[in-house]
């Protein structure tokens, strides 16, 4: 192809788009004002209305669409069961039973009186029908060893209930050192060293309370134990920006109001779904904030370097601005909402939307420095780059809208907004930003005018990748390969929890519940028709390899009734009175002379022989009577009445909580609290099965193993392993439709309006290296594809094809291989525009949002790659056409 026939091509298909743009830029540049004006206002329009309408959906699970079988599967079950949707999971951890008990019972009794902001409180083993029949959830085997224990105890609590001091109890203690067999219902070495801890505790003024439980009961820790759980339904208040807000302040205060007395050292975690929703909304709002500061002085930089003008400068950022304000009000009428993702459209705008200004605006600072007058400037600027911008327009629209028809609505919207605010940026780059060009001229310095540049510039900017093509297409080549091979290795993360904040308290929380076996979330869900059906698919499930167990409302009917009530019985009969008729506390206050007692009992079984527990709790008291009698009357007084609680108060409520365990009675289906049996069998009588796995599912392999193993008997299983092995698969499908939908229309597209297939791939190329070795790139640096990078690809099409455009396009003016092709506009356009993109995304990969800074790595990596492979790779490539053409 000769010269001559290269240089009329572009123009002639450009003609008509070149006479519309005199036609507008005429209009433009005859009312500068007005046409600001006119943006001012409708910008300040549109952004009250975007402030007063759009909203931020941050649950994951609406970024796939809920068309697809996975997820019309999980609304089932929300369906079924509305009381587990929305809600937020406390975690509430104590070091005793009883403490757990009473932060438990504290809380539930603090936040029912939290009306207006708490809808519901539920405590899943809590309530009368478990205090009373807690005894027949035990073994036969492990409630005949409490029965016969308690029994043998009976002399204790008989003597006790004559002196419910702690005069009376010390007695019965100090008798227990000297005999041979004691009265207390517990281990002797066991009780002595809590002992010690209870007198520890008071030396040092710590709350402490003993606990009976794990001394009679034989209760150590573990869930339902010293770990609870409640389940809190919240009001949510939609119309403001963040709706749990204020449920999720009262549930705080409450925390805070039981931490304030006995129960400081209590632990209370919060997790759940809308917690987690909530925390994520506060990381996204940091980081949002934290990459439009980042994005914006980076980008200030660039601009500075790449204009040297201020004047310039201010044009960029309010055509930007009024531009970003413009599409935020589309994405206000045209979706009503933000998601994860497509909140981040905002940065892909300011970088894409800067790029084009730079084009603009190096082109006429070119021509202005070459003497051209301001009018003449601006004109012959439209006329230069207004057909590749619109080309750079349409094909990064393309790119961004090959999203839409996939099923990852998520995305999905990202491509709607950003697609089309691709359009707004062409739009406002056309009209506000001329306008405010034409009222406020550029004239460049005396020493840019007469600027002349050094020999390492000239170097850079002359055409070395094409006089050094050879080598740069055989490095280029061998990379290819190497990037290849790395290809084989590339992870995909499945877990959508690795995409929000690690140091948040909602995820801390759920990544501890997923350590054991008990609390973790990580379970399939079932529903059974019938009766029949629930138990046949029981047996069926645990048949499978993979499970380890299958909870659901039969495990609530105990087994083994009728000997468990008579075991009950029986101790009822031996102890019921006793416990009955137990006092409540002792009106006899404890004194030194209590305490002088038992230190006199200590050393007197001390002199029998050595015992270390006898020496450490006789050390300890020893310190503890010298600290008493330092104190005031009234205070030393204050400190042996909380000593006697902490010894005896958890007595006292054990003692309550056993005689009302003695009144169990049997158990059937029509006899289980309607709010166990409604989160069992749901209003249309259909039955939810738990399945529980026998491996950490924090694998790919062991979770894909689980559930195709559980949909050999139910096809339906839904929850959590299903929705993210699901999402991940949906995922995938819409990366490759999307890759491949940009790429074919890309494709077309460019051979429409070029009409030339090498023309074609050397636009191609920069993108498929650069995506090839973005690819690569995520298994050198660890950063594996997931919800939210994994769109970097696709997106690379949409947003690095105007690199390929515009320096193909210069490439057609190239007189020789010894000109100065990376002096152009063109080139210097794409470098600080590509510049800004990448510091645009690169910004995102600071934020404290795992998945926000993930898909900033991964675009300013593939950004700066195709990049390079624009200014570097494509002209090496092309150099022998140029010979060939100019020969």
């Known amino acids: 192809m000769s010269k001559g026939k290269k240089n009329r091509v572009p123009e002639s298909r450009a003609s008509l788009l070149i006479r519309l743009m005199h036609a507008w830029e005429s209009r433009v540049l005859t009312h500068p004002w007005l046409v600001v004006f006119v943006a001012l206002a409708a910008c300040g329009l549109t952004l009250a209305y975007t402030m007063n309408n759009l909203t931020v959906n941050t649950n994951t699970a609406d970024t796939i669409s809920t068309e697809l079988p996975f997820q019309k599967n999980r609304i089932r079950l929300e369906t079924e069961f509305p009381q587990d949707v929305s809600t937020i999971v406390l975690l509430v951890e104590g070091k005793t039973p009883e403490q757990t008990s009473d932060a438990v019972d504290a809380l539930q009794q603090e936040l029912a009186r939290q009306s207006a902001t708490i809808q519901s409180v539920y405590v899943p083993d809590g309530g009368d029908f478990f205090a009373r029949n807690g005894l027949l959830y035990l073994s036969l085997k492990d409630l005949e060893k409490i029965s016969q224990d308690l029994s043998a105890a009976q002399p204790f609590f008989g003597r006790l209930a004559e002196d419910n001091s702690l005069r009376g109890f010390f007695g019965i203690y100090a008798q227990a050192l000297d005999a041979k067999e004691s009265d207390l219902p517990v281990e002797l070495g066991a009780f002595t060293r809590r002992l010690t801890d209870a007198f520890q505790a008071a030396l040092d003024g710590r709350p402490y309370r003993l606990s009976w439980q794990q001394l009679i009961m034989g209760q150590k820790d573990g869930l339902g134990i010293t770990k609870r759980f409640l389940v809190i339904r919240p009001k949510l208040?939609?119309?403001?920006?963040?709706?749990?807000?204020k449920s999720i302040a009262a549930i705080d205060d409450a925390i805070n109001e039981i931490r304030a007395g006995a129960l400081s050292s209590i632990q209370v975690h919060k997790t759940g779904e809308v917690v987690l929703e909530y925390e994520e909304m506060l990381t996204v709002q940091q980081s949002v904030t934290i990459a439009g500061a980042a994005s914006t002085v980076l980008v200030c930089l660039t601009l500075w370097l790449a204009y040297r003008s201020f004047k310039l400068m201010f044009a960029t950022f309010l055509t930007l601005g009024m531009g970003l304000v413009f599409s935020m009000g589309f994405a206000t009428v045209a979706i009503g909402q933000l998601n994860l993702i497509s909140i981040s459209f905002t940065v892909l705008f300011i970088g894409m939307g800067d790029a084009y200004s730079s084009h603009f605006c190096l082109r006429y600072r070119?021509?202005?420095?070459r003497g051209m007058k301001q009018r003449e400037a601006l004109r012959e600027t439209f006329s230069s780059t207004g057909s590749s911008l619109v080309l750079c327009t349409l094909t990064a629209a393309i790119g961004l809208y090959a999203f839409i028809p996939t099923d990852y609505s998520g995305v999905a919207e990202l491509g709607v907004i950003a697609g089309t605010s691709m359009f707004i940026a062409l739009a406002t780059t056309f009209t506000v930003l001329p306008a405010i060009m034409n009222i406020l001229p550029f004239k460049p310095s005396r020493r840019a005018a007469q600027h002349t540049p050094s020999t390492l510039s000239r170097a850079l900017m002359s055409n070395w990748p094409m006089r050094y093509a050879t080598p740069i297409r055989v490095v280029t080549i061998i990379l290819g390969i190497a990037a290849c091979m790395l290809l084989t290795r590339v992870v995909i993360d499945f877990n959508p929890i690795n995409l929000r904040d690690p140091n948040t308290e909602s995820v801390k929380t759920f990544q501890y519940l997923l350590k054991s076996r008990d609390t973790s979330p990580m379970t399939l869900a079932s529903l059974a028709a019938n009766e029949s059906e629930a138990r046949a698919r029981i047996t069926a499930f645990e048949r499978l390899s993979s499970v380890d167990?299958?909870?659901?409302?039969?495990?609530?009917?105990?087994?083994?009734?009728?000997?468990?009530?008579?075991?009950?019985g029986d101790l009822a009969l031996v102890l019921g009175p006793q416990l009955q008729n137990f006092p409540a506390a002792s009106s006899m206050r404890p004194s030194f002379q209590t305490l002088e007692k038992l230190h006199a009992a200590l050393g007197k079984r001390m002199a029998k022989g050595e015992d270390r527990d006898v020496a450490a709790l006789d050390a300890t008291l020893e310190k503890l009577i010298e600290h008493l009698r330092a104190l005031p009357p009234e205070t030393a007084q204050a400190n042996l009445d909380t000593l006697e609680n902490s010894v005896l108060g958890g007595l006292r409520k054990t003692i309550g909580s056993l005689n009302t365990s003695l009144e169990a009675s049997p158990i059937g289906m029509d006899t289980l609290p309607e709010?166990?049996?409604e989160r069992w069998?749901?209003?249309n009588g259909l039955y939810r099965l738990q399945i529980f796995p026998k491996q950490d599912l924090s694998e790919l392999e062991p979770l894909r193993e689980f559930i195709q193993e559980a949909q050999t008997v139910d096809p339906d299983v839904t929850d959590l392993p299903v929705t993210y092995l699901e999402s991940m698969d949906a995922v995938i499908v819409a990366?490759?439709?999307a890759f491949g939908t940009a790429l074919v229309a890309i494709t077309l597209l460019l051979l429409l309006i070029l009409r030339n297939i090498k023309d074609?791939?050397?636009?191609?190329l920069p993108l498929l290296l650069a995506s090839l070795f973005t690819a690569a790139a995520t298994v050198l640096i660890g950063v594996p594809f997931n919800f939210a990078n994994i769109i970097a690809l696709p997106l690379l099409f949409g947003l690095g094809v105007d690199n390929g455009i515009h320096m193909a396009h210069r490439l057609h003016y190239l007189n020789s291989v010894h000109g100065a092709l990376l002096d152009s506009s063109e080139a210097k356009g794409v470098f600080?525009?590509?510049?800004?993109t990448v510091f645009s995304f690169a910004s995102l990969a600071f934020t404290p949002h795992p998945g926000m800074s993930s898909m900033g790595i991964l675009l300013a990596i593939g950004l700066m790659l195709s990049l390079v492979c624009a200014l570097v790779v494509l002209p090496a490539f092309a150099a022998r056409r140029i010979k060939a053409g100019r020969a």
């Open 549 to 568: 167990s299958v909870r659901s409302i039969f495990d609530l009917i105990p087994e083994q009734q009728d000997e468990k009530l008579a075991a009950i």
């Open 760 to 764: 074609t791939l050397l636009v191609l």
């Open 681 to 683: 069998i749901s209003k």
């Open 675 to 677: 709010d166990v049996r």
């Open 735 to 737: 990366f490759a439709q």
């Open 366 to 369: 070119e021509l202005i420095v």
């Open 237 to 245: 208040f939609f119309e403001e920006m963040m709706p749990a807000a």
């Open 832 to 836: 600080y525009g590509a510049l800004t």
